[in-house]
């Protein structure tokens, strides 16, 4: 396996989160030994813009970074607004990449289609969303789906810890949640809202580090989040165990990669225009994206997909070419 740096996620208090990488270099290549070697050493120029699911983002992040010291000359920018705003800066001609935490949407894809915009998925790794507490939090050792549909749904009333469990402490619970513009809150709200209001006094944010600073400050805070978001604060948070009617699990590589750890499994995305794919500067960064994509998850906390997905999107990715 290659080795990269590790790159920890930043905590960034913002709306977003921004990366970009440029600079100059001779970009050189000497003795070269084969016309071949020397295709592979080209140095490109260009500019590449993404945007999208601050989940995916410390993916993209690392991929960004390490991209930048093999291809100085390609201006490559990310930013993780949310899934949604990803998907409008992509049907609005401001980018040509889309991290997602969720499938596209059929409004989504109908306003692209409005365009003329065709795009393909790219699946990078698996994500299992987190549910943590306050560390000091003693009482929740796990929760069921109805529990979670009780905690997160609004009904009304003042939620106490009281009324999701007989004998939990009788104080308001404070809660924690991506934004509207989220994938992770798509998602969260179409497996366990079922589509109905979120709990109306949660905080909600796209930034997924001021809701782990939400839970690590408040004792009865509630939240959820990426795994990578958890595994980096996880001396600081205290995760809570699913039960989906099969027993208490915990999300960990095993359980996410084999989905056990349902419904809170996914996979993660980037929405690429296949009218860029055709430039050669964009080719190789998704290229170099998805034979390294395995190591990039896995360094930043999330599960690499089996072998023969990241070969499968290599194939389309060529015929794309």
């Known amino acids: 396996m290659k080795s990269f740096k590790f790159l920890a996620l ?9 990366l970009t990488t440029a600079c100059g270099s001779d970009g050189n290549s000497t003795d070269k030994k084969s016309a071949q070697a020397g295709e592979e ?12 699911s601050s989940t995916v983002y410390p993916i993209m992040e690392a991929v960004v970074e390490e991209y930048g010291t093999q291809q100085p000359g390609v ?21 040509i990449i889309s991290d997602a935490s969720r499938e596209i949407e059929p409004e989504e894809q109908a306003e692209l289609d409005k365009k003329g915009i065709k795009v393909t998925p790219f699946k990078l790794a698996f994500d299992g969303i987190s549910v943590v507490v306050n560390k000091e939090n003693d009482f929740v050792d796990k929760l069921t789906i109805d529990e979670l549909k009780k905690l997160w749904i609004e009904d009304g009333k003042v939620k106490k810890w009281s009324d999701i469990r007989k004998g939990w402490p009788d ?12 994938g992770t809150f798509d998602y969260f709200d ?4 079922e589509g109905k209001p979120i709990v109306e006094k949660a905080t909600l944010s796209e930034d ?65 225009r296949n009218d860029a794919i055709k430039k050669d500067e ?18 930043v906390g999330y599960v690499k997909l089996p072998e023969d997905e990241y070969t499968k999107d290599l194939d389309t990715l060529e015929s794309l070419k």
């Open 10 to 18: 930043s905590a960034v208090i913002g709306a977003s989160l921004v």
């Open 41 to 52: 050493n080209k140095q490109l120029q260009g500019e590449i813009n993404i945007d999208g």
């Open 75 to 95: 201006k490559v920018s990310a930013a993780g607004n949310g899934t949604g705003n990803g998907f409008k800066a992509l049907i609005d001609e401001k980018t």
């Open 171 to 182: 104080k308001e619970i404070k809660f924690y949640s991506p934004g509207t513009e989220s």
């Open 190 to 193: 179409e497996v366990i809202l």
């Open 208 to 272: 997924d580090n001021i809701l782990v600073q939400g839970v690590k400050g408040d004792a009865n805070g509630i939240g959820y989040f990426g795994y990578a978001y958890y595994l980096e604060n996880k001396d600081q948070l205290k995760i809570v165990p699913i039960d989906n009617g099969e027993g208490a699990v915990e999300p960990t590589n095993e359980t996410i990669e084999s989905g056990k750890y349902a419904p809170l499994s996914r996979p993660l995305y980037s929405y690429v």
């Open 282 to 299: 964009v080719y190789d960064f998704l290229k170099f994206m998805l034979e390294n994509a395995a190591d990039f998850s896995e360094e």
